[in-house]
């Protein structure tokens, strides 16, 4: 089964930039949608952004439109491009892979019921 790896978390203060690494342990990920979502403590799991397993079609949380980009590249990672950071934003970072091969479903795209494989998360603190 494929796995995930999460990283470029850290500390950072509000307005500077971040960029999130999903790294996959098999190129078979290609074949899948992939999504970021954040979790604080005592909440849900919050959809962040999405991108299509053909790195065509985006979506986008509107607490973070404008402000972060996801993209992959051709072999197994995909980015999270974060601006303009802000103290809300702080949280940890997850990926996950839809649960579907080459399927982009904008119906289902924030459920997390949707993704079968997840990183382990990589937390991202961002000061006022």
């Known amino acids: 089964q494929v796995q995930l790896m999460e990283s470029g978390g850290g500390l950072a203060q509000a307005g500077a930039s971040l960029r999130l690494f999903c790294t996959a342990s098999?190129?078979?990920?290609?074949?899948?949608?992939v999504a970021w979502f954040r979790q604080v403590p005592g909440n849900e799991r919050e959809f962040v952004a999405a991108i299509a397993y053909n790195g065509g079609p985006k979506n986008y949380a509107d607490s973070v439109k404008g402000r972060f980009a996801i993209s992959r590249d051709d072999d197994n990672t995909v980015y999270l491009q974060m601006d303009s950071l802000k103290p809300e934003d702080t949280a940890v970072y997850y990926c996950?892979?839809?649960?579907?091969?080459?399927?982009?479903?904008?119906?289902?795209?924030?459920?997390?019921?949707?993704?079968?494989?997840w990183g382990q998360g990589t937390q991202v603190t961002v000061s006022s």
């Open positions: 996950a892979l839809d649960r579907t091969v080459t399927r982009f479903r904008l119906s289902s795209i924030t459920d997390t019921t949707e993704y079968a494989v």
């Open positions: 098999e190129r078979t990920f290609r074949r899948y949608t």
